[in-house]
């Protein structure tokens, strides 16, 4: 399953605010961190902003806050927004259905299966929270090899 920019964009952006949702960020501030476009951002967050994930704060030093629910949005949750999963089975190749077409599209359809209920079974605060702990790990292993070179 490949995810389209405008999932990939939503998915920086949600993540982003929900980090501390008790921040606010502009659609450039995340866009300016991703190096995304900023313009196709703000067509991104209205659509977050209709599904509930976030909320718009008008004004000077306005911008967004995460107004969903990081215990039980999942990542499939936001990819719904901006994809049709769940479509048609793949049946035919487009090489008029040949055996060795057919077999290879239930393949990637079980492929593309797992990979939605995977998607299904991460919160974005499980996802923030192994962020967080490789982070640690990476620093303590960092600092361990930093002794290492010292001694």
Same mark, same amino acid.
């Given at each position: 399953?490949?995810?389209?920019?405008?999932?990939?964009?939503?998915?920086?952006?949600?993540?982003?605010?929900?980090?501390?949702?008790?921040?606010?960020?502009?659609?450039?501030?995340?866009?300016?961190?991703?190096?995304?476009?900023?313009?196709?951002?703000?067509?991104?967050?209205?659509?977050?902003?209709?599904?509930?994930?976030?909320?718009?704060?008008? @004004?000077? =030093? /306005?911008?967004?806050?995460?107004?969903?629910? &990081?215990?039980?949005?999942?990542?499939? +949750?936001? #990819?719904?927004?901006?994809?049709?999963?769940?479509?048609?089975?793949?049946?035919?190749? @487009?090489? =008029? /259905?040949?055996?060795?077409?057919?077999?290879? &599209?239930?393949?990637?359809?079980?492929? +593309?299966? #797992?990979?939605?209920?995977?998607?299904?079974?991460?919160?974005?605060?499980?996802?923030?929270?192994?962020?967080?702990?490789?982070?640690?790990?990476?620093?303590?292993?960092?600092?361990?090899?930093?002794?290492?070179?010292?001694?």
């Amino acid at each position: 399953m490949k995810l389209q920019k405008a999932t990939m964009f939503g998915l920086y952006a949600v993540l982003e605010l929900a980090r501390d949702p008790e921040r606010q960020l502009s659609a450039t501030d995340i866009a300016e961190k991703y190096g995304i476009s900023s313009n196709h951002l703000a067509k991104v967050m209205r659509d977050l902003g209709r599904a509930g994930l976030v909320e718009s704060v008008r @004004g000077a =030093g /306005g911008g967004y806050t995460f107004s969903g629910n &990081a215990r039980r949005t999942t990542l499939l +949750d936001v #990819i719904t927004i901006f994809e049709d999963i769940g479509g048609e089975p793949r049946t035919r190749d @487009g090489n =008029g /259905g040949t055996d060795i077409g057919e077999a290879l &599209a239930l393949v990637q359809q079980e492929i +593309d299966d #797992i990979a939605t209920a995977t998607y299904g079974s991460i919160t974005l605060e499980t996802l923030l929270k192994t962020m967080e702990w490789r982070k640690a790990r990476d620093a303590k292993q960092a600092l361990s090899e930093n002794s290492a070179v010292l001694a």
